[in-house]
């Protein structure tokens, strides 16, 4: 571990990592360390170094007690970790608590009138919205009252949420919280069609939506999404009875679709019947599941992450406690969507366990300019702030000095969801930080909960581009793909994994527990008959290297997943969608870098006989993936090509035109059964590219790696 010296300012030292990574990375060189302001770990809540020392492995598992005892249980528990049915860890177990509890009524003695939310919608003129915890309280008792009496739903059932950054969707998940029923929100940007696919693979019966809401300046129809996601969740065998639609403005409908009559409810009406109604929570089981959190994976079936509620809930809380340095008073804001893991730890779950004020905007980050966020934070007094680095690159493209104009001042800041590129950290730090602000770089995934890699902010310090050490009662491995540890310092990549179950970790893929096995945890287990925790260690899909001072930097997936703008695509989910278009013969996206987005997507197709290549075929493909995924999925180029290079047995080879879309090597291809397809492709793709002004730029080695190895996990 480096010293942990104060310091405001950069580093030079490379305490310890001489012999490291700096030789192999030539593009990315071993960073200084950035330290604390001592303002910052003068109030930080974990300042004190023993705390790792508490959480060490000598003390597994029941360290984690201590971010158990953050919450109010209705009944202690017997067990924190039962091992005896692997990898199906329960945490926690005999213990019995309500999230919705410990998110609203607990906090009602001391903080009814602290703002729980404050609502930014995206059009400046419209009014800031606040909702008291005592607000909230009315309002998800309300919305229970709804679920229950007028839905009939109750404990183990499921409920899927379409819904945008609106405080009603927090309200929502509270709701169903509360009575322990199962809810599964789905982005809102999401199309339709994928949330039907969701509502089926879930078997929800009930759909809660909104009219409309404000992206870019412009009024979204959102209800005509439901329409289509319940005519796919029928194709699927899926049922609806019910749509619950809220209304973006009082006395408005934003949508173009109908009501369906005996189908679709406003609830505000709704509300009418239960005005001051209260539901007293449901004690669950702390294995009882909260909700499900679709991810895409390598196949085409998105895998319902199975998140449970005493380990999940502690563990959202105990990591918002000491990583995102939350005190009740804070005024904390992450810029994430809540229909993605990060909205539902960092925004809902964890900050209102601790009964802060948690900060929700409606729209897009520069809109109507690059300084909106600042005055957004100023106006608000925002002390702690949390984006993805894809926001950062944007709003450090369009607008670099944006931040110096306003006079905010943020004592934390958080980066999720993508590794951030050094350059692009150190503009957070000095600018949008104003050198003052501790920095977290936070490692981890929807199946895991809460964060796994990060420093403790007052105790270890900033790395730009490492997210830190394994987080508190985390212990991270890398291993070759021998199952050999790849040791420190050597300056080689592996695969990151964690060698010990935590208390946020996903307890089954939904409906699909033997999928689960086999994805995490078959690659690296020692003996499957094993009940020692030691044996089944998690395979996290992610390549990365461990520096000597014991700091990871996570390269990227190593699987066929896309990460745009921080966002999971997974690359069959991608081709499917392509082939939903009747004269595509065959489908391959390919991952290009980016410089805002990290990496896009390209999808190269081929077309059945008596079909030829035009602008409006390409314009086909692309809205299939919208209208398969959602606006997300839209590719940066569709390439009609007269074939794929395929191996003798008919496999894409997708590495030779990620190879051909990024400007790289192709790599062998000798074994191709078209090598003459490659120059024609080559040829085609390229001239046009250059042609647009798109001349690729020389990747780093890491980079060249991940191109050259893609499409291998087929
Ligand atoms: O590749 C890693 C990358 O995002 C993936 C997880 O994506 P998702 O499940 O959508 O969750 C995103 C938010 C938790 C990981 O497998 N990733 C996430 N955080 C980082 C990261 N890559 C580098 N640095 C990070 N801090």
Known sequence: MPNERESAGPSNSDQGSEVSEAQIAVHWREEGYYYPTAKFI??????????????????????????????????????????????????????????????????????????????????????????????????????????????GLKAGDRITFHMPMVPELPVAMLAAARLGVIHSEVFGGFSGAACGDRIADSDSHVLVTIDGYWRNGQVSDHKVKADEAIARAAELGGRIDKVLVWRRKQGEYLSDTPMVPGRDFFVDDLLKDYKDRIVEPVSMPAEAPLFLMYTSGTTGRPKGCQHSTGGYLAYVAGTSKFYQDIHPEDTYWCFADIGWITGHSYIVYGPLALGTTSVMYEGVPTYPDAGRPWRIAERLGVTTFHTAPTTIRMLRKLGPDEPTKYRYSFKHMTTVGEPIEPEVWRWYYDVVGKGEAAIVDTWWQTENGGFLGSTLPALQPMKPGSCGPGVLGVYPVIYDENGDEVPAGSGRAGNICIRNPWPGIFQTIWNQPDRFVQLYYEKYNRDKNSTDWHDWPYFAGDGAMKATDGYFRILGRVDDVVNVAGHRLGTKELESAALTVPEVAEAAAVPVIDELRGRVVEMYVSLKPGYSASAEMEDKVSKALEIQIGKIARPKSVWIVPDMPKTRSGKIMRRVIAGISNFGEVGDISTLANPDIVDTIRHHVQAKKLAQGDVGRELTKEEREEIEAYGSAD
């Open 42 to 151: 003068g109030q930080a809540n974990a300042s004190d170094p023993a705390i790792r020392e508490r959480f060490s492995e000598e003390h597994f598992p029941e360290c984690f007690r201590e971010y158990a005892d953050l919450l109010d249980w209705d009944q202690y528990w017997h067990t924190t970790l039962d091992t005896s049915n692997p990898p199906f860890w329960k945490w926690f177990v005999g213990g019995r608590l309500n999230a919705s509890y410990n998110c609203v009524d607990r906090h009602l003695p001391k903080a009814r009138n602290r703002a729980a939310l404050i609502w930014v919608p995206e059009i400046e003129s419209e009014e800031t919205r606040t909702v008291t915890y005592g607000e909230l309280y009315a309002r998800v008792n309300e919305f229970a009252a709804v679920l229950k009496d007028f839905c």
